[in-house]
């Protein structure tokens, strides 16, 4: 299995701009695919962005395509998310997840999770 542990979460205003790191350990980093996803209290864990397990190919949702890039260092083991124009709709918890093989936007395809972080956007 994949441990991850995010950081970066915080508060900020509309418009403003974050960072999220997750760092992973345990099997191969490198052979991987990570992904990050949110969920707000009530709903159910919504796919954000993810990243195949050579970085060549990206994967957005509709609703942070464009304001939203994720990237990976292999070097370090870790997986970002740079989120500008950020959004009042963007506040939640926002989970670092890992799979081995391709990607998927179903949160159920990743058997791997960090502990979230929480983002919230101030209007």
């Known amino acids: 299995q994949v441990q991850l542990v995010e950081s970066g979460g915080g508060l900020v205003q509309a418009g403003g701009s974050l960072r999220l790191s997750c760092a992973a350990s345990?099997?191969?980093?490198?052979?991987?695919?990570l992904g990050w996803f949110r969920q707000v209290p009530g709903k159910e864990r919504e796919f954000v962005a993810a990243i195949s397990w050579r970085g060549g190919s990206t994967y957005y949702a509709d609703s942070v395509k464009g304001r939203f890039t994720i990237s990976r260092d292999n070097a370090k083991n870790t997986v970002y998310l740079e989120m500008n124009s950020l959004k009042p709709e963007d506040t939640a918890v926002y989970y670092c997840?890992?799979?081995?093989?391709?990607?998927?936007?179903?949160?159920?395809?990743?058997?791997?999770w960090g502990q979230g972080t929480q983002v919230t956007v101030s209007s």
């Open positions: 997840a890992a799979r081995f093989g391709s990607s998927s936007s179903f949160y159920i395809d990743w058997p791997s």
């Open positions: 345990g099997r191969t980093f490198s052979s991987i695919s």
